[in-house]
Structures are given as structure tokens and as C-alpha cells.
């Protein structure tokens, strides 16, 4: 009688989901796709071309074939999968800097630090690196840039449902708060022709993007203007838009980022907030929101919030929530609106 598999319970599921991640971070960081992009090869030239160890590596594909990132094309033989492309470092969905920097050394080690955190009250990042994270990046430019880039990935993948929700083309004169490389402004300059911009970062954030707005055609309409948002930001903008800001901080350095907004905003301007939003009480729709919460604790300190504590968070800015979007596919991102209190 044939035995049938059937999947784990869902606790031992989850556990099993992480070791995926690593395999699928391993393929990332070794640029086991690359190597693939022009067609199946043999395991044994993939592991010549990696200086990898033949036997080992050829577990880690059979891994990635089982996961779908790869197919089995012969005995020895693998090529690369649709699922596997956003593995690929130039394919235009690349999501590989986002999984070295997800699944990555440096964060795996802050993960290895929940528990401690949990009962300290401090970041696993802290406890595995001796700094927050953020002071870390400013310390180590190769990481900061894996983590600019992967920021960068995830901005490109999220701008179109964003900027649909957030309609910046209503407004004049927009400027990202905490912009990175320029990719979601970009997108929105391209967009509408009649807008202008500024990006506002630290230098290192806004290493890029430059090179990001040039290659948009937009950068004419856009300025660069490095600063610390806990400092002072740039006056004029009818719209300041921070995405995935807030939720890197807790409550009174959010606020604080806020009190600048808030000084830096003209008459009439508004506060566009684009974060994950929990509700009062959570379900297993919410997990994606959830597994961010808890990153957060781990990497920065920061949180994912329900609209009630961003009301709270706002009015301690003297700012007051006047719209909350949908939720935005596919990353449950909401566009929260807000005007002088």
C-alpha cells in the first residue's frame, strides 16, 4: 500500500520553513543562479565554478530543486526555474540583495538573540553586535550597502500599489523622507510630469540615487538633500512621504522624526505615512505583518503599529490622523494621511 506524505503540523512546519530560508539565502549569497542564467549545467562545474565542495553543493541543489528554485534537468544536471529568477542579480524582479540581508549572517545572529531580548527589553542586534543596528550600518559600508540595495528591491516591488494609493500626483512638490536611493520618488516623478521632488537621507543612503533618478529621466525635477531626520528636514514640500520609516523606531524616536516633519511642513501640507498596520486583535491573516513586528524587536528596535497608536504617535507630534488607506497587495502597506493638529 502506498504510504501518502502529507505536510508537518503547523508548528513544526514553521521550523521548517526557516531552514528553507537559509537553503534559499545560501543560493543568494553563493550566486548559484547566476551561473545558471543561460541554461542547465552539471553540479560538478557548478561547484569548479564556486570553489565549492562537489558532494555538498550538490545537496544544497537538489535543496533548491525541491524548493522550486531550481529543476532537476539530468542526473548531474540543473537549470534555473521562473520561481528562481528574482535570484538573479540584474533580472529586473531581483530580490537577491534582500535575501542576503534577510537571511544573512549578521541578522541570523541578531535572531539568535530573541529570546534574551525578549526578556531584556533590548534588540537581538545589540546583543549580537554591541551596537543598534543603524550605527552598526554607519560603521560597515559593505553591509549598509546590501542593506540600501535591498531596501531598494523591496521600494521598486512596492512602488506601484503605494503610489496608486497615496495619488501624489495632487500635490506639487513631494519630498521621501528617509528616501534611500530615490526609487519610490522616481517612480512617482515619472509618473506625473508636473511634480517635483527631494530625496532626504543620510549621505550613504543616498549614495544611489543619483544614478537612480538619472536613469528614470527625472532627475531635473528632483533634489538631493542629505540630512538626519532627528536633526531637521527641508521646508516647502506640500506632501512628506515616509515609507517604512516609522516602524524602524520606537515611540519617541518616531515622534521625534515626526516633531520635524511637522516643523519643516508649510500651511496646508500634508504627512503621508506608508507602513504595515495591525489590527486590535490579531488572526493568522496577519502573520506577514507579525513576523515584521518581530524583526523589528530583533534588528532596530522599532514596531508595526495599529491606527490607534498611530493617532497616539501623530497628535505627540501635533499632527492629527485624517485618512487611513487599504491595505495595499502585496505587502499589506496602508497610507495613512495627516495634517497640522
Known sequence: MPITQTEPPPVQQRLFDAMAGK?????????????????????????????????????LLRALAGLGVLEQAG????????????????????ARELCVMLAGAENWRSWEHLVPAVRAGVTG??????MPAFEYYGRHPGSAANFNAAMAEHSRDAAAGIL?????????AVTDVGGGDGT????????????TGTVFDLPAGLASAAATLAEAGVADRCR??????????????????LKQVLHDWD???????????????????RVLVVDRMLPE????????????????????????????????????????LDRVGERIAPFGYHVLEAVAA
Open 251 to 269: 515611540d519617541e524616536r518616531a515622534a521625534a522624526i515626526l516633531r520635524n516633519v511637522r516643523a519643516a511642513m508649510p500651511d496646508g501640507a
Open 281 to 320: 486583535r490579531v488572526g493568522p491573516g496577519d502573520v506577514p505583518t507579525l513576523l515584521v513586528d518581530v524583526l523589528m524587536l530583533v534588528v532596530t528596535g522599532g514596531r508595526e503599529r495599529t491606527e490607534a497608536e498611530f493617532g497616539d504617535l501623530l497628535a505627540r507630534a501635533g499632527l492629527k
Open 23 to 59: 537553503i534559499v539565502h545560501a543560493a543568494a549569497e553563493l550566486r548559484v543562479c547566476d551561473l545558471l542564467a543561460n541554461g542547465p549545467r552539471a553540479a560538478a562545474a557548478l561547484a569548479t565554478a564556486l570553489d565549492a565542495d562537489p558532494g555538498s553543493l550538490r545537496r
Open 184 to 195: 519610490l520618488l522616481a517612480r512617482a516623478l515619472r509618473d506625473h510630469p508636473g511634480l
Open 75 to 94: 542526473d548531474d544536471a540543473f537549470s534555473l526555474t521562473p520561481a528562481g529568477r528574482p535570484l538573479l542579480g540584474d533580472a529586473p524582479d531581483s
Open 164 to 172: 496608486a494609493a497615496a495619488d501624489l500626483g495632487r500635490f506639487g
Open 224 to 241: 538631493l538633500v542629505p540630512g538626519d531626520f532627528f536633526e531637521n528636514l527641508p521646508g516647502g514640500a506640500d506632501a512628506y512621504v
Open 125 to 130: 542586534w545589540e546583543l549580537a553586535h554591541g
